[in-house]
């Protein structure tokens, strides 16, 4: 698949980037393209350094909620390509041993993950440079500066200077390590590719519970996506053989739905975020965005429209405290702090909810309470 949308940013190499920069963004997904471009409005230069090869491929559901829409609007809107068949997905609990299919109102438009990330990237404009295939390995500030320490195959270690850092490196999370800031456990999750007949799925991102799985089971999840069905496992925190349990899970949801052989399996990580104080903007001059900091619904999964709305918000405090001139070390993260409060309140709830909709009765309770009902607390979560 060409994944390649027209580029306006400046690509640059570990060895060949400038030694200083207005601020330096850390991670090429939706949080840190939306705060390169944010900070790209104040600053002369701008240096987003990401680890992997761009385009990049991140596992996904590739599920759009109504706010990454809303999110999206001043960019002309999600770009027709990458939108798959069925283009709206509804979302339904499935508690496969009560029988019990919810049907509720929450929809999410259906994209290709891959090609999603490739158009943010597109965005960005020429004062962004861009390091590829680079890892930031160790940021320290002073009161005046940052300094981040990169690392690539070819080039040897090269220290960056910034009046600011904004760290957008999702579950991986190396600067919020680094700066010794609460660090939290991660989920394994595990995502299978298999073909289906196109149509023969229902247009549900169904989200499946069965107590016979293994314990160590989260939640499974199957949506259609084209003539491929993605099949999800998520396993809690420290979970051993992770293969074998989602190939269980994979047997019996084979009963269920008609699917066909399997394409691609993947592995990856998320977040696992239990109580507010994992939810964490910065330190001095280094401001967290996305899964990094903590952006993310413990209860859903979702966490793409909160990357996206956190990343602006640190690129725009960034922003402003630089046109301001503000020398203070923790101007722009005092802004950020702000702006973050109404989404900090919305992931508290969510954390508060979530003992309750994870537990074996909260799974029983939603079976018997009217499906508008289930739908309605959906929608919060
Ligand atoms: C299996 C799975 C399915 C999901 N499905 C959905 C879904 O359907 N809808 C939804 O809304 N959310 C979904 N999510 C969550 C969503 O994908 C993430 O929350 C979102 O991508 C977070 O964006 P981000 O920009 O914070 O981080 P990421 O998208 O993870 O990007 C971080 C980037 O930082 C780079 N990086 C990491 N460390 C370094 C370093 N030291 N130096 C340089 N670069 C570094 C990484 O390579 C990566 O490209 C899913 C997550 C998983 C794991």
């Known amino acids: 698949m060409d994944l390649r949308y027209g580029k306006r940013y ?3 190499s570990a060895g060949s980037c400038e030694d200083r920069y207005d601020a330096v963004v850390v991670g090429a997904g939706p949080a840190g393209i939306m705060a390169a471009l ?4 104040a600053c002369q230069r701008v240096l987003l350094v990401e680890a992997a090869r761009l385009p990049r491929e991140k596992s996904c559901g590739g599920m759009l909620n109504r706010y990454s829409l809303r999110a ?4 002309g809107g999600v770009p027709e390509d990458m939108v798959l068949d069925p283009r709206w997905v509804h979302f339904r609990y499935y508690h496969m041993d009560a029988r019990v299919k919810k049907a509720t109102r929450v929809r999410f438009l259906n994209v290709d993950r ?3 990330d490739a158009w943010l990237l597109s965005l960005l404009p020429a004062n962004v440079h861009v390091c590829e295939a680079t890892s930031v390995a160790d940021v320290r500030q002073t009161p005046r500066e940052v300094r981040v320490d990169l690392r690539s195959g ?3 270690r090269r220290t960056v200077q910034a009046a600011y850092c904004i760290a957008a490196d999702g579950p991986r999370a190396t600067v919020r390590e680094r700066l010794g800031l609460r660090p939290f456990d991660r989920y394994l999750t595990v995502q299978e590719y298999v073909r289906i007949e196109a149509g023969a799925l229902e247009p549900y991102f169904d989200c499946v519970y069965a107590r016979r799985l293994s314990r160590d089971y989260g939640i499974g999840y199957l949506m259609p996506k084209g003539d491929i069905a993605i099949v999800g496992s998520i396993f809690y925190p420290g979970t051993r053989d992770a293969d074998r349990k989602h190939q269980e899970a994979l047997d019996l949801l084979r009963r269920e739905y008609p699917l066909g052989p399997s394409v691609k399996r993947e592995t990856w990580m998320a977040a696992h975020l239990r109580t507010p ?3 964490v903007a910065g330190q001095g001059r280094v401001l967290l965005a996305g899964e990094g900091g903590g952006f993310l619904s413990c209860t859903s999964g979702e966490g793409i429209s909160f990357a996206l709305n956190s990343g602006c918000m640190a690129g725009r405090a960034v922003a402003r405290a630089l046109s301001d001139k503000d020398r203070e070390a923790c101007a722009a993260l005092e802004r950020y702090e702000c702006a973050l409060r109404p989404m900090k309140r919305n992931l508290a709830f969510r954390m508060g909810m979530f003992p309750l909709i ?3 009765m909260g799974k029983n309770v ?8 289930v739908s309605k607390v959906t929608e919060r979560l």
């Open 114 to 116: 891959a090609r999603f």
């Open 72 to 75: 999206l609007e001043p960019f």
């Open 277 to 279: 104080a994992d939810l």
């Open 10 to 12: 400046t690509a640059v």
């Open 358 to 360: 994870n537990s074996y």
């Open 38 to 41: 944010g900070c790209a409005r």
């Open 154 to 156: 070819c080039a040897k």
């Open 366 to 373: 939603a079976c018997l309470i009217p499906t508008p009902l």
